[in-house]
């Protein structure tokens, strides 16, 4: 069982004070192209939608101390630009049925993706799209490895990056991504009102986040689209 799971079958859990009082989950259902960055602040994303059918498009964002996890899904195929807050760096994976490009390059379940700060990356997505995006400061993500002995691996990534890491893995990362933001939007309170359930979802990442980030995944740089034209998130 996970830490959330625990979480949400033990409510006794001891509180932590580590964690600060502001509100953790924001969910925001978009029916207009225009308000794609509505709820977030993270995140500078333009969006165009290439159907004339309605559209609806949800994104929900648990922020739990340093790091941010952000949901999102469309209806619609769609042409969004992204690009990620300066001082941070993204880590996107994606659902099942998610199909599309990034920056030409095809995305599909099972792949994980890098990028720095104020790259932008230009996404062009199917319907059904769901992907889950975890955002990091360079200096969390540098003391995590050194703690496994691994600090030697880290680099910013060049644009956005591919990683290599285990297909399988990857994909029951975004299982818990999407389980954690489904339970942050049907129960926000768990989150917004109680500091030990962003405790669980800071324990659920060191279990299932940094042992899948701790290769060298900065490490397939051939993979990068390159400056200026690459970035993170969708």
Known sequence: MDRLSEFRNNPKIVKSPAITDRTAVTVVEISDPTDANAGIELIDLDAVQLQSVPFRARRVVVRA???????HSTNL????????????VAYVVFGPRSRGTVNGLPVRPGLMLAAGSQEEARFVVDAGWESVTILLPPRDIRDHL?????????R???????????????????????????????????????????????????RTFWPLSARPMFSNPAAATGRGRSGASS
């Open 156 to 206: 910013l990534p060049a644009g956005i990056e591919t990683l290599e890491a285990n297909p399988a893995a990857v994909c029951r990362l975004f299982d818990w991504g999407k389980q954690l933001t489904d339970t942050a939007a049907e129960q926000p309170a768990l989150f917004n009102a109680r500091h030990d359930g962003l405790r669980a979802v800071q324990v659920d990442l060191s």
């Open 146 to 154: 050194a703690a496994r002995q691994r600090e030697g691996e880290f």
């Open 65 to 71: 101390g340093a790091a941010t996890v952000v949901f």
């Open 77 to 88: 195929r769609m042409r969004t630009r992204t690009r990620v807050t300066k001082g941070l």
